[in-house]
């Protein structure tokens, strides 16, 4: 049981790390940069290294002119080397581990190299860091008085050719230092286990007597679990069951479709929420301060950011931007180099900054859940935040929701349709979908001017969805748990016409 020296202990140990941090916010571009020759000094030796002969490359525009920006598809012949056991390939270090990302429905699954450097210096660093600045900024915490709930991801681990692969939450889980496990519940064993619904029921047995301090996991599948729990204990909201909540680390997709259903299961203004960016690459952006919607891109953890306009993604004129050239509230398409032997990988998201002194970040969507058919260039980040303002404005929730192109047939114009979940449904159905299309056209100017007189797209569509259709689409995919979604946005219809046939 934590006693209330290992808070004190805990908050002197982690503040430390408060000035490593000052260093990179002085100093952005020349850690980055100093970053960036370290990656490219020890992988000299490796088959990338000599492909592109990094021994004479001195600074970032040689690396530029020499490496090309990369797919996936691209590196997956030197990944699938390592993964039967060549070492040496893109880094120095032998890799052990390879996360498995999920793609959506039928896409096929990725593996991402982690290094042993990846582990400590990225992901544990970047959550050690988490509990730095939060307990920077609330000093008379006692989370440490109690255990984190964590929801981790439904997977085991799996041998192939003396190298691992699993979900990024079971790869850490299983090489979690001893500090963080005595923190965490539920145990390990439960943590990893695969059958969601056996998993739910043995994290609520395990938790219900637990002094939970704080919460941990994806913002869509830890409230399934929160409601599920307030159910099996006859509570009406948590504090009643966990006196001492305080706080809840989220990411891996927007809070801000799910920030209301949150205030009425954790009814207390006190109450703080801390965003995390991070992925099976990377641990990329924390929220460092109380009550703020912007991420802190952290600059020392063996990662070096690039990033490419979005107005040029994809076309001849691409253009591919050091830290030090981006400029504010501009969408780009996030490329990394990691310590883990991703060169210029094109990671699939999207954030645009919020403040460059320092960097902070939003993730604003992803590269291919995007619209942009009929040039209205629509991003998740818009309609998460139309559908938040619509549901306040008409005092209605939505549990999940996708969207998809109505493309134009002969004469007949464009439009978007929706596939909406509701926790609470509007009075009005074509109320709701007309404020829902002015408040979008509020957010995106381009949407704005494609709506202007119907002149390219009619006013958009909702299909209400019969309850649970995506939770049980995410079913027959079997996808429930861990870092698998709901494709928010797309610029083609297969999504949606499955959900409309289930």
Same mark, same amino acid.
């Given at each position: 049981?934590?006693?209330?020296?290992?808070?004190?202990i805990a908050s002197?140990?982690?503040?430390?790390?408060?000035?490593?941090?000052?260093?990179?916010?002085?100093?952005?571009?020349?850690?980055?940069?100093?970053?960036?020759?370290?990656?490219?000094?020890?992988?000299?030796?490796?088959?990338?290294?000599?492909?592109?002969?990094?021994?004479?490359?001195?600074?970032?525009?040689?690396?530029?002119?020499?490496?090309?920006?990369?797919?996936?598809?691209?590196?997956?012949?030197?990944?699938?080397?390592?993964?039967?056991?060549?070492?040496?390939?893109?880094?120095?270090?032998?890799?052990?581990?390879?996360?498995?990302?999920?793609?959506?429905?039928?896409?096929?699954?990725?593996?991402?190299?982690?290094?042993?450097?990846?582990?400590?210096?990225?992901?544990?660093?970047?959550?050690?860091?988490?509990?730095?600045?939060?307990?920077?900024?609330?000093?008379?915490?006692?989370?440490?008085?109690?255990?984190?709930?964590?929801?981790?991801?439904?997977?085991?681990?799996?041998?192939?050719?003396?190298?691992?692969?699993?979900?990024?939450? #079971?790869?850490?889980?299983?090489?979690?230092?001893?500090?963080?496990?005595?923190?965490?519940?539920?145990?390990?064993?439960?943590?990893?286990?695969?059958?969601?619904?056996?998993?739910?029921?043995?994290?609520?047995?395990?938790?219900k007597t637990e002094?939970?301090?704080?919460?941990?996991?994806?913002?869509?599948?830890?409230?399934?679990?929160?409601?599920?729990?307030?159910?099996?204990?006859?509570?009406?909201?948590l504090f009643e069951?966990?006196?001492?909540?305080?706080?809840?680390?989220?990411?891996?997709?927007?809070?801000?479709?799910?920030?209301?259903?949150?205030?009425?299961?954790?009814?207390?203004?006190?109450?703080?929420?801390?965003?995390?960016?991070?992925?099976?690459?990377?641990?990329?952006?924390?929220?460092?301060?109380?009550?703020?919607?912007?991420?802190?891109?952290?600059?020392?953890?063996?990662?070096?950011?690039?990033?490419?306009?979005?107005?040029?993604?994809?076309?001849?004129?691409?253009?591919?931007?050091?830290?030090?050239?981006?400029?504010?509230?501009?969408?780009? #398409?996030?490329?990394?180099?990691?310590?883990?032997?991703?060169?210029?990988?094109?990671?699939?998201?999207?954030?645009?900054?919020?403040?460059?002194?320092?960097?902070?970040?939003?993730?604003?969507?992803?590269?291919?859940?995007?619209?942009?058919?009929?040039?209205?260039?629509?991003?998740?980040?818009?309609?998460?935040?139309?559908?938040?303002?619509?549901?306040?404005?008409?005092?209605?929730?939505?549990?999940?929701?996708?969207?998809?192109?109505?493309?134009?047939?002969?004469?007949?114009?464009?439009?978007?349709?929706?596939?909406?979940?509701?926790?609470?449904?509007?009075?009005?159905?074509?109320?709701?979908?007309?404020?829902?299309?002015?408040?979008?056209?509020?957010?995106?100017?381009?949407?704005?001017?494609?709506?202007?007189?119907?002149?390219?797209?009619?006013?958009?569509?909702?299909?209400?969805?019969?309850?649970?259709?995506?939770?049980?689409?995410?079913?027959?995919?079997?996808?429930?748990?861990?870092?698998?979604?709901?494709?928010?946005?797309?610029?083609?219809?297969?999504?949606?016409?499955?959900?409309?046939?289930?």
């Amino acid at each position: 049981m934590p006693f209330p020296i290992i808070n004190s202990i805990a908050s002197w140990v982690l503040k430390q790390r408060i000035h490593q941090i000052e260093l990179f916010l002085k100093y952005p571009h020349e850690v980055q940069e100093e970053l960036l020759m370290n990656l490219i000094h020890e992988s000299e030796e490796t088959l990338i290294g000599k492909k592109y002969d990094f021994e004479s490359v001195k600074n970032y525009s040689v690396f530029a002119e020499r490496v090309p920006v990369s797919s996936y598809e691209d590196l997956e012949p030197y990944i699938e080397r390592t993964r039967k056991g060549e070492q040496n390939i893109f880094w120095h270090e032998p890799i052990k581990w390879f996360a498995k990302s999920s793609g959506t429905t039928n896409a096929k699954s990725k593996f991402i190299p982690v290094s042993n450097s990846a582990l400590e210096d990225c992901h544990y660093k970047g959550s050690k860091d988490l509990l730095c600045m939060y307990l920077n900024n609330n000093e008379n915490s006692e989370m440490f008085l109690g255990k984190s709930l964590r929801l981790g991801g439904s997977s085991q681990i799996y041998e192939n050719n003396n190298t691992l692969f699993g979900d990024l939450s #079971a790869i850490l889980i299983e090489n979690m230092p001893i500090w963080a496990e005595f923190s965490s519940t539920p145990s390990s064993k439960i943590s990893l286990m695969s059958e969601w619904e056996s998993k739910l029921t043995a994290i609520i047995n395990e938790t219900k007597t637990e002094n939970v301090t704080s919460f941990a996991g994806v913002p869509s599948w830890m409230l399934v679990l929160l409601n599920r729990i307030l159910t099996e204990t006859n509570n009406t909201n948590l504090f009643e069951l966990w006196p001492n909540l305080e706080v809840y680390f989220h990411g891996g997709v927007s809070f801000e479709p799910y920030r209301e259903q949150y205030k009425k299961i954790l009814p207390n203004d006190n109450f703080k929420y801390y965003e995390i960016y991070n992925a099976s690459e990377g641990f990329f952006a924390i929220q460092d301060l109380n009550y703020s919607n912007d991420l802190l891109l952290m600059l020392d953890y063996g990662i070096f950011y690039e990033f490419i306009p979005m107005d040029t993604f994809g076309t001849p004129h691409q253009k591919v931007l050091p830290l030090s050239e981006v400029e504010l509230f501009k969408n780009y #398409a996030v490329v990394i180099t990691t310590n883990s032997g991703l060169w210029r990988y094109l990671i699939g998201d999207t954030v645009r900054f919020t403040s460059l002194n320092p960097y902070r970040i939003r993730v604003s969507g992803r590269t291919k859940h995007h619209i942009n058919v009929f040039g209205e260039e629509l991003m998740v980040e818009n309609t998460d935040a139309a559908i938040a303002k619509t549901c306040s404005q008409l005092h209605c929730e939505v549990k999940d929701y996708t969207v998809a192109p109505i493309f134009m047939k002969g004469k007949e114009k464009g439009a978007h349709e929706w596939m909406i979940e509701f926790k609470k449904h509007p009075e009005d159905i074509t109320q709701f979908e007309k404020v829902l299309d002015e408040t979008i056209q509020t957010l995106n100017s381009d949407y704005e001017a494609k709506r202007y007189n119907n002149m390219t797209l009619n006013p958009l569509k909702v299909n209400v969805a019969r309850e649970n259709l995506f939770y049980d689409w995410l079913a027959a995919n079997n996808k429930l748990g861990g870092q698998h979604k709901i494709p928010r946005l797309s610029n083609q219809r297969d999504y949606l016409e499955q959900l409309k046939n289930l």
